[in-house]
């Protein structure tokens, strides 16, 4: 009986710790660090190798914003500053991730000066982004996964 009631109270006092479980409270926070962004480090290495600063690049907005603190590159769009031009830049370059077709988005490209473009996989579906555009926009009662513009483009190369 002595044993169960010392066994009882170690767990109590377990239980008080800050993280009774490696991945529990301040153990969580101090763990290592991991990340899956080494491709994206990949990506910038390249482009700052091959790529002349001075050719545009067009990707997401939440990608821009990263590779805009590592890469030398213009880029398309950006989400530090809001204004209506930037808006529209992005109406349209968002576009990729939906159902135009491939010579609309040529016409996308040039007029946004683009000469490269980075389509994230991980962003091509349907996207809840829509664009104020409405005939570019995917509808899933009408379209499929292969109708998005970003999986035509891909399945081509």
């Not at 153990?27 to 991991?34: E, V």
């Not at 590159?73 to 989400?79: A, D, K, R």
Request: glycine fraction near 4%.
């Amino acid at each position: 009986l002595l044993y169960v009631a010392h066994a009882a109270y170690l767990v109590y006092l377990i239980r008080l710790l800050p993280c009774p479980i490696e991945s529990d409270g301040i153990c969580g926070q101090m763990s290592d660090f991991t990340t899956s962004d080494g491709d994206l480090v990949d990506l910038m290495e390249w482009m700052n190798t091959h790529l002349p600063p001075s050719l545009p690049v067009l990707a997401s907005m939440s990608l821009s914003g990263t590779m805009r603190a590592f890469v030398g590159n213009s880029l398309v769009i950006h989400p530090q500053f809001e204004s209506a031009t930037l808006r529209k830049r992005v109406q349209k370059a968002y576009e990729m991730y939906h159902c135009g077709s491939e010579d609309s988005f040529a016409q996308t490209m040039q007029s946004l000066r683009a000469e490269i473009i980075i389509f994230e996989m991980s962003r091509c579906m349907f996207t809840p982004f829509l664009l104020d555009n409405k005939r570019k926009n995917c509808d899933t009662a009408r379209h499929q996964a292969e109708d998005l513009l970003c999986h035509k483009l891909f399945a081509s190369h």
